[in-house]
């Protein structure tokens, strides 16, 4: 199997989750091709690191300088929490995905097929793209779809209070939202330049 640079993984005591099918050893010999992970896990890659999951039809993967952690998952799910860098995935018809980072979740759709990627740019600020198949990303129970082949800015903000800012307005009786999400189009070229530079191979 091909061999990536370094990467390190926490592992916990809980049921399985899914299998590594790419990953690297070197120095700190932590995670191999094969190795089982778990709910609880940290995951990590160094500035020249990656690091694949398979989970049946559905599949996470991380690029160099990324850090995320596993979650708990109901059965046909993988669902992870991105701490920095970025993370890619893929859903099958019966098998999804879903990512939490930066007040917002972003997860496939049921019985379709999706290939996805999320950069953590700063606090606040997603890089979010479809190279295959549409699918949602929510923020404070709004949610929006990210196009199929296209990538967005994802720029996430707090409510403001007029009051509190020294503006006029009404205030409303209930808030039921305290962030807004805002999707700028970059357009479809960089999705399709990702899906070139880090194709995922599964089988639907």
């Not at 720029?155 to 409303?172: A, M, R, S, W, Y």
Request: glycine letters at 10%; aromatic letters at 6%.
């Amino acid at each position: 199997s091909t061999l990536f640079p370094y990467t390190t993984l926490f592992r916990s005591k809980s049921a399985a989750l899914a299998c590594v099918t790419v990953a690297a050893l070197l120095d700190h010999a932590a995670a191999a091709v094969g190795s089982t992970v778990y709910p609880g896990d940290t995951l990590e890659t160094d500035p020249t690191g990656s690091l694949r999951l398979r989970l049946h039809e559905a599949q996470l993967y991380m690029l160099a300088d990324s850090m995320s952690s596993l979650e708990d998952s109901d059965a046909g799910w993988v669902r992870a929490s991105l701490v920095k860098g970025t993370a890619g995935f893929a859903s099958g018809v019966s098998d999804r995905v879903e990512i939490d980072t930066a007040d917002a979740v972003i997860r496939s759709r049921a019985g379709v097929p999706t290939h996805g990627r999320v950069t953590v740019v700063k606090p606040g600020e997603l890089l979010v793209s479809s190279i295959h198949g549409p699918f949602d990303i929510t923020v404070d129970g709004v949610t929006q779809t990210i196009a199929d082949g296209q990538s967005y800015r994802a720029l996430i903000t707090e409510v403001k209070d007029p009051f509190n800012d020294g503006g006029q307005g009404v205030q409303p009786t209930v808030r039921s939202h305290r962030r807004l999400l805002e999707l700028i189009l970059i357009g479809a070229a960089i999705a399709a330049a990702i899906g070139l530079g880090f194709y995922i191979n599964h089988e639907i």
